[in-house]
């Protein structure tokens, strides 16, 4: 069975792209990493893509006279390459999602979906937003993508405490730690067909 062909979207300095590149290189990810599309230039995570000999796009939101017309040149450049699965990993611009690619882009929320997620929920505001509320789970969330914020059928979550003296940076990191393991748990998943879908019920089989 030859390796799922991925395209990952990244926006800044590419952690997650650095992990599943690891991920891959173990062994533990059956995929080929195709390209990586930034929405800026200046993404730092471009790097990660050039020391892993992965082609790269810049296809910049503000330079598309529409919504749409961003979002066609997105997946334009995905078909060009024959890309199955489309991975978003801190990509913060908007999306809307082609026919042919319905549930074919996934993204990690880091939180536990339907809680502190939609527009304006990124970064260190999501975990923020969970100490204010006086949350004492959080964790994160893989789902697939449609033309709504952290709206898509739920594929897999994993939870952590939200310890008393957390900050929303030591909150952070033992998030993104989760999602450093579930992230290409789900994505192995999807590769190897593991993964099925059928209006928002999505059942993760083997």
Not at 14 to 36: E, S
Not at 45 to 67: C, F, M
Request: aromatic residues 6%.
């Amino acid at each position: 069975m030859s390796n799922l062909p991925v395209a990952v979207l990244i926006s800044g300095g590419g952690p997650t792209l650095r992990n599943l590149i690891v991920q891959r290189d173990a062994g533990l990810l059956p995929v080929d990493f195709r390209l990586v599309i930034s929405g800026r230039a200046s993404a730092m995570g471009l790097n990660y893509a050039h020391q892993a000999q992965i082609d790269t796009e810049v296809i910049v939101r503000k330079q598309a006279a529409s919504p749409q017309e961003h979002s066609d040149s997105v997946f334009a450049a995905c078909r060009q390459r024959s890309i199955e699965l489309v991975v978003m990993g801190g990509y913060l611009d908007h999306l809307l999602i082609p026919e042919d690619f319905s549930n074919r882009v996934v993204n990690i929320h880091p939180s536990l979906i339907p809680a502190f997620c939609g527009r304006g929920f990124y970064g260190l505001r999501v975990h923020q937003a969970v100490l204010d509320y006086g949350a004492k789970l959080s964790g994160c969330t893989v789902h697939f993508v449609d033309n709504e914020f952290d709206h898509g059928p739920i594929i897999a979550q994993r939870a952590c405490a939200v310890m008393n003296d957390d900050t929303a940076e030591t909150l952070q990191a033992r998030v993104f730690e989760l999602e450093c393991e579930l992230y290409p748990e789900t994505i192995a998943a999807i590769a190897r067909g593991q993964v099925h879908a059928s209006g928002r019920q999505v059942q993760v089989r083997g």
